[in-house]
């Protein structure tokens, strides 16, 4: 009965259904035992459909235009005939662990476009907001035809490293006038990117654009790129008039095309794919010591040691972590 669900599942991502591909990334994204375990088998008869598509993560500082971005960015490739999934991690409520954001409201036109898809996925608490299954949700839209996977982060922090382990190309969004954004800026947001590109550079932000510009150049020289054969390019544009961002889409496509010639892009998948499982390995590892009977039996006890200063926590830490070796 479950490998016909999951055939259902299958066939119909295939097919391009927009009701199951949906359906198909929330069972993926559901903590239900059964269903991970539906998930698991969905993903494995989809793999050999996947890999084809372009993976692109963008992210940027607060305000930098990110949605705006994204859908022009989005429009033109879907009026270029390529098919567009955007997957938008959007920060969750502590309490609900619900979507706070609603990016089909903030992309009005890509989200009624012919073959672009949005989706919007609660980061549930996981590291720098990243949600937990979007590496499962990116190939299954590649198995449903998509051309372009677009990983959107909230914002500049952790969430950034993991992103990058995921995408082929990691775009870094910054505003004009860059003297105080580029003080505050992380070196290792900017050693991740693959291109940084200034926006909102129009009207009377122009010139101040490509002071940042310069600025951010200087930069990316003091700091060893990601990859031997691509220096990481600074660009401007505006996502509001559409200014630099075919410049930006070339440049996602030579970089594609540069590490394809090298070898890079194959080895950088392979990576990714064991950087993948062992995520994985060690998300399973957290969920099954916390779930253990001695664990949930001794685990309030050191905590509240812990908080009332009785015990260190590198000795709870210890005790918790040999407990299993007494069985």
């Known amino acids: 009965m479950a490998e016909l669900k999951a055939k259902n599942y299958i066939d119909g991502v295939l097919s391009g259904d927009r009701r199951i591909l949906a359906k198909t990334i929330t069972l993926v994204e559901s903590r239900h035992p059964d269903h991970q375990l539906l998930a698991r ?23 930098v235009g990110k949605s705006t971005f994204i859908e022009s960015l989005g429009m033109l490739l879907v009026e270029n005939g390529d098919r567009v999934a955007v997957l938008a991690v959007d920060p969750s409520s502590s309490r609900s662990r619900g ?24 980061s549930r608490g996981t590291l720098g907001g990243v949600a937990r299954m ?11 035809g998509f051309d372009v ?27 004009a006038g860059a003297g105080d954004e580029l003080q505050g800026i992380k070196k290792g947001v900017l ?12 009207g009377d932000n122009i010139e101040k654009a490509r002071k940042a510009r310069r600025q951010y150049e200087m930069a990316l ?9 691509w220096a990481p390019p600074v660009l401007t544009c505006s996502a509001v008039t559409m200014e630099g961002i075919q410049v930006i889409w070339e440049t996602v496509l030579a970089h ?22 062992w995520a994985i390995l060690e998300e399973g590892l957290k969920e099954r010591f916390q779930r253990h009977p001695r664990i949930i039996q001794r685990l309030p006890v050191l905590c ?16 918790l972590l040999f407990l299993l070796d007494k069985e």
Request: proline fraction near 4%; include cysteine.
């Open 99 to 122: 979507s706070i954001l609603a990016d089909k409201t903030r992309m009005e036109r890509l989200a009624v476009a012919d073959g672009a898809f949005i989706r919007p996925s609660p």
């Open 134 to 144: 979007t590496r499962e949700t990116m190939l299954i839209c590649e198995a449903a």
């Open 304 to 319: 509240h040691q812990v908080e009332q200063g009785t015990l260190a926590p590198t000795v709870a830490a210890q005790e």
């Open 221 to 229: 020289q003091l700091l060893h790129p990601a990859s031997p054969s």
């Open 41 to 63: 088998q969905i993903l494995d008869g989809l793999l050999d459909r996947t890999g084809r598509a372009i993976r692109l993560g963008i992210t940027g500082v607060p305000g």
């Open 191 to 202: 050693e991740l990117a693959d291109a940084v590109a200034i926006n909102k550079a129009d």
């Open 256 to 277: 594609r095309l540069q590490l394809s010639k090298t070898g890079e892009l194959a080895d950088k998948r392979r990576h990714q794919a064991l950087h993948w499982m």
């Open 149 to 175: 996977i677009i990983v959107e982060t909230v914002g500049v922090g952790q969430s950034e490293t993991a992103v990058s382990s995921m995408v082929d190309f990691f775009l870094v969004l910054m505003l």
